[in-house]
């Protein structure tokens, strides 16, 4: 093969990879990811999950999608991880600048205001209660007897006093210790595919042809990506529309669960005044089902696997029980929207 | 002059609801939307928007129901997100459902304010 021809047909199988990726990712419903925290790192689990590959794999083939333009990034948090091994489970610990122990303690410098003895507090502390070191006269009440004059660490090995304690990171994975000058204080990114390219794969989802087959089996006339003129003369997309005698359904496909997507399929029905207007949620949320009540839209979700929305064999019972009560097309009944809420 | 402000400041509410919806609704939605309403007043609904916005708003409620609240918090919340505007998005969705003149004319005043911030940013080099 030529070297040029070579060159042609990588990139063409690389557009086609990212394709996947991508298509992996919208077909279950993951348009954002989000980072998550745990012990080996940062990782974006529904990708990993999408994907099949490891946390490490799932975060290059990620950054390699944002650089190739085809995801968003979106800053979303600093966190301090290890430096060996890039674990985010670090706790901090403060040491002493002479001896670098970290047995320090915090503690305050007491005054006793009658005698004028200044120590620290664990100085004045005697059997429970605080006592002058120097004139033995109990201390009872604050700022009456004695006052707060500062505040300090001291290091319980070395004795040495200071303001600022050293700060060490200690991992928890694998155990190494790291200062602010050697632990990685790195930023952690979102990703989010932008919204034409999720309006571009929606018209793929195996969801719409399986819509059509069980519609077209009830005998309607199924289009897919259709475009309906309405009273304003505007012709208005929806994902299916499905027709049977003077029957009208519009059928419009969430994949977020956005409640936008709800209000744009109102406009639209106002427009084209179907006899029932469908939205598909693949979303976990139940957002769009209570908006279906008010704005008179059905709201169908779907099973987990995002194949087939539940209800629908019942949904489209009701509507011919409605419109074709003897079991066969009438022409003569009019456009009544079906209430069915599911 | 007043008339003329009004013309320029109807000008206004439509291209930022044109852009508001077009962004998160589509790009059809503001015409069926502005279709409808015209329908509905006889005029340009964006004229009415800015002489009464409680009228607009319920032609527009008798357009989308309970929908045209959701529309009027959409643009709300984009003007106060991307201009400084002194109001909250309730605030700017109450200016809808209020009945009055302190109403027509905060309304005015923040569409006003928009074309200054907007002018301010194109004198910045």
Same mark, same amino acid.
């Given at each position: 093969m030529e070297e040029a021809e070579k060159v042609v047909v990588s990139a063409v199988q690389e557009e086609d990879e990212v394709e996947e990726l991508l298509r992996k990712l919208i077909r279950k419903g993951v348009l954002e990811?989000?980072?998550? +925290?745990?012990?080996v790192g940062v990782r974006y689990v529904e990708a990993e999950e999408a994907w099949n590959v490891d946390s490490a794999h799932a975060k290059s083939m990620l950054a390699g999608l944002e650089k190739k333009g085809v995801l968003k990034s979106e800053f979303s948090d600093r966190v301090l991880t290890c430096p060996h091994c890039g674990s985010p489970e670090v706790h901090s610990k403060y040491g002493c600048p002479r001896c670098k122990s970290d047995n320090v303690e915090f503690t305050e410098l007491l005054e006793h205001i009658k005698c004028g003895h200044i120590g620290s507090k664990d100085t004045f502390v005697k059997e429970g209660v605080l006592v002058c070191p120097r004139c033995q006269a109990g201390l009872v009440e604050k700022a009456v007897d004695h006052r707060v004059i500062g505040n300090f660490y001291q290091c319980e090995k070395c004795l040495y006093r200071f303001d600022r304690p050293d700060v060490v990171h200690f991992c928890q994975n694998c155990g190494t210790t790291s200062t602010h000058q050697t632990a990685k204080y790195i930023k952690v990114f979102g990703y989010r595919i932008p919204d034409e390219t /999720?309006? =571009?794969?929606?018209? =793929? +989802?195996?969801? +719409?042809?399986?819509?059509?087959?069980i519609l077209t089996d009830r005998g309607f006339k199924v289009q897919v990506h259709a475009k309906v003129a309405g009273a304003s003369g505007v012709e208005s997309p929806f994902d299916i529309l499905a027709e049977k005698d003077v029957v009208r359904l519009v059928i419009d496909v969430s994949l977020g669960g956005d409640k936008n997507d709800i209000i744009a399929l109102l406009a639209k029905k106002v427009d084209v005044n179907p006899t029932r207007a469908v939205i598909v949620d693949l979303s976990t949320s139940d957002e769009l089902a209570n908006l279906g009540k008010v704005y008179? /839209?059905?709201v169908l979700k779907t099973s987990v696997d995002r194949a087939i929305p539940y209800n629908f064999e019942s949904f489209l019972a009701a509507l011919d029980s409605k419109h074709w009560p003897n079991g066969i097309g009438n022409s003569d009944i009019n456009r009544e929207s079906v209430i069915v809420h599911e | 002059m007043n008339e003329e402000k009004n013309v320029w400041l109807?000008?206004?509410?439509?291209?930022?609801?044109?852009?508001?919806?077009?962004? &998160?609704?589509?790009?059809?939605f503001h015409v069926i939307i502005s279709f409808h309403l015209k329908q509905k007043f006889g005029k340009d609904?964006?004229?009415?928007?800015?002489?009464?916005?409680?009228?607009?708003?319920? $032609? !527009?409620?008798?357009? !989308? $129901?309970?929908g045209a609240e959701a529309v009027i918090k959409l643009i709300g919340t984009y003007i106060t997100t991307k201009y400084d505007i002194h109001c909250t998005?309730?605030?700017?969705?109450? !200016?809808?459902?209020?009945?009055?003149?302190? &109403?027509?004319?905060?309304? &005015?005043e923040i569409f006003a304010t928009i074309v200054t911030q907007e002018e301010q940013k194109l004198r910045v080099p």
């Open positions: 990811l989000r980072p998550s +925290l745990d012990k /999720i309006r =571009e794969f929606q018209k =793929e +989802l195996p969801i +719409l042809n399986n819509m059509k087959k008179d /839209i059905a | 109807h000008k206004v509410a439509q291209k930022l609801f044109e852009e508001v919806t077009a962004a &998160s609704l589509g790009a059809t609904p964006y004229e009415v928007l800015i002489e009464n916005p409680k009228i607009f708003y319920n $032609g !527009l409620k008798e357009v !989308l $129901g309970e998005v309730e605030e700017f969705t109450q !200016l809808f459902t209020r009945n009055g003149k302190p &109403s027509t004319q905060k309304l &005015s």
